[in-house]
């Protein structure tokens, strides 16, 4: 079974299982988001992946879009650079009023960010418990009843880790794009692989589709673009290894709040360039990604 795209460009999502022999949390076909572009931000843990999503926020808001970003990690320190501060996760919301979610209002869980930008939390179960799936359908699904996401044209998801489970698999449900963060290192490329197989997967029966790799934290790019020549990836953007973005999280600041300092420039318009191209779309790309095996032989370093 196909998807069968919609001429308003929505999809008619096939009710059957998520994948052969798939374990993933189901969630109701009825909830979409079908009023702003919708883009889903992956990669190995710890390659800035939280970084790489508040500061495209900020570009998309610099280019006069209503943005709206969503963390989908228990930690909830996906748009602390935007608000200042750890911001209450909704699953911590739902919790303090029983989980009936009929008592909330957007102010319980929504909040202001950096240039207007909208936060929210989607948090995730304690440890060891429970499936991130049911927090972020809970999560769109108060957007939703909320009329939220009406009011915006753009959504990023900032996602946990290289996790490919069904429970931080379900923004790639409701995303247009799926974007990897990558360093030029074996550890991150091996990771953007399995990443690239997990998008591959979804998007059989759903609306997602890989938009591209962004390189972050280096210097070089040619490990990086060796692979994608192989599987079929292309990069969008490159952040190289600079000290200023790191003393930004230090300074619990966007790029875009920071003072003048080598590399800042440069590095906002590698945003404001990817925010543009994003909003003006890139084209879905056809992956075929390696076996483990095969790609532990192909990134064999000098």
Known sequence: MTIQELPTGTFDLPKHPDGEGSVQVQLDPEI????????AVYGKGGIGKSTTSSNLSVAFSKLGKRVLQIGCDPKHDSTFTLT??????????????DFHAEELRPGDYVYEGY??????????????????????????????????????????????????????????????????????????IFAMNRIA????????H???????????????????DRFNEAVGLKRLAHLPDLDIIRRSRLKKSTLFE????????????????LAARLWEGVEPLSVQPMRDRDIFDFLGFD
């Open 84 to 97: 200042k501060s750890l911001v209450p996760t909704v699953i911590d919301i739902l919790e303090s009023v």
């Open 206 to 224: 759903y609306g997602v589709r890989l938009g591209g790799v962004i390189a972050n934290r280096s210097v070089a790019t040619d490990e990086i």
């Open 115 to 188: 240039n207007g930008v909208m936060c929210v939390e989607a948090g995730g179960p304690p440890a060891g418990t429970g499936c991130g799936g049911y927090v972020v359908g809970q999560t769109v699904k108060l957007l939703k009843q909320h009329h939220l996401l009406e009011d915006t044209d753009v959504v990023i998801f900032d996602v946990l880790g290289d996790v490919v489970c069904g429970g931080f698999a379900a923004p790639l449900q409701h995303a247009e794009r799926a974007l990897i963060v990558t360093a030029n290192d074996f550890d991150s």
């Open 258 to 273: 920071m003072a003048p300092g080598p590399g800042l420039e440069e590095a906002q318009q590698q945003y404001l360039q």
């Open 32 to 39: 979409r988001i079908d009023t702003a572009k919708v883009f």
């Open 197 to 204: 197989a997990a998008i591959l997967a979804k998007s059989k």
